[in-house]
């Protein structure tokens, strides 16, 4: 619940150079949120009104976050799973917008794009994705917000389908696009980890709308942020297509 006092202070109206003020504050401390204890002793000498050099700082040091995460990261290593029982229903739902936002796609004119370092860039159908082999894992989504949730999710492996499409797969990144705006990305090792799904479905049926539907992307081994939801392209490629809160200062490799 919203105190009163946030309340108030949300019903303000800015002026456009107020807000551009803001969002400079707010990026900052998405920045500062993920920098280490030595990383921050590094910006005892600035301060906040030193501009473009102190967001310099920041985002160094979050890159140098990417690389350590990056270095540690496993691509055998499995996320925990756990059993039916533990599935918890209703899933919560999580976007950047309202559930009376969540777009109407029809399957029928949907396809899956398919473009960057890859052999076949030919579109592809739900049907043709059911066709390639499937895996079902029960795993926890782990929202930045604080809040965790454990689902079933059912669908095409994305190393199966990268392999399948002859992608490079000595690229650095997958991007993917989203129907509703959104857009993240993942690195390579990432992408071809075992749990790394293209959903099609969740819980043995297919994807309801506030899921992802028709297709979403499902990564056991990330925070939630980078689980792109309705899915129509996908790109490899060595230029890093980052994301849509990644753009904005949130870790862009958030592995857990």
């Known amino acids: 619940m919203i105190e009163p006092k946030k309340r108030a202070i949300a019903r303000i109206k800015l002026e456009p150079a107020q807000q ?4 400079s504050l707010q990026r900052r401390h998405f920045l500062k949120g993920g920098l280490t204890v030595g990383a921050m002793a590094m910006l005892t000498g600035c301060n906040l009104q ?8 920041l985002w160094s040091m979050s890159r140098w976050n990417d690389r350590v995460q990056a270095w540690l990261f496993s691509g055998q290593k499995l996320a925990p799973t756990f059993s039916k029982d533990q599935v ?6 999580n976007a950047f917008y309202s559930e009376d936002d969540i777009p109407e796609l029809d399957t029928a004119d949907w396809k899956l794009g398919v473009s960057g370092l890859v052999r076949d860039k030919a579109p ?6 059911r066709k390639l082999p499937q895996r079902s894992d029960i795993t926890r989504l782990i929202c930045v917000e604080g809040w965790s949730a454990i689902g079933q999710w059912g669908g095409v492996p994305l190393r199966t389908f990268l392999e399948h499409v002859g992608a490079d797969t000595t690229a650095k990144f997958v991007g993917f696009k989203c129907a509703d705006r959104y857009y993240s990305s993942l690195d390579m090792p990432t992408a071809l980890h075992p749990q790394t799904l ?5 819980a043995e049926v297919a994807l309801p709308p506030e899921y992802g539907y028709p297709l979403r992307v499902r990564v056991p081994t990330k925070l939630g942020f980078k689980n792109p939801k309705h899915i129509v392209e996908i790109v490899v490629s060595n230029e890093n297509p980052g994301g849509y809160w990644e753009d904005q200062g949130y870790n862009w ?3 857990i």
């Not at 551009?20 to 969002?23: A, D, G, H, R």
Request: hydrophobic share 45%; no cysteine; net charge negative.
């Open 253 to 255: 490799f958030s592995g």
């Open 124 to 129: 592809w159908t739900l049907e043709g994705l």
């Open 20 to 23: 551009i003020q803001l969002e």
């Open 198 to 202: 293209l959903a099609l479905d969740f």
């Open 88 to 93: 918890r229903n209703p899933f919560p739902f």
């Open 50 to 57: 030193d501009g473009d050099q102190v967001d310099k700082v």
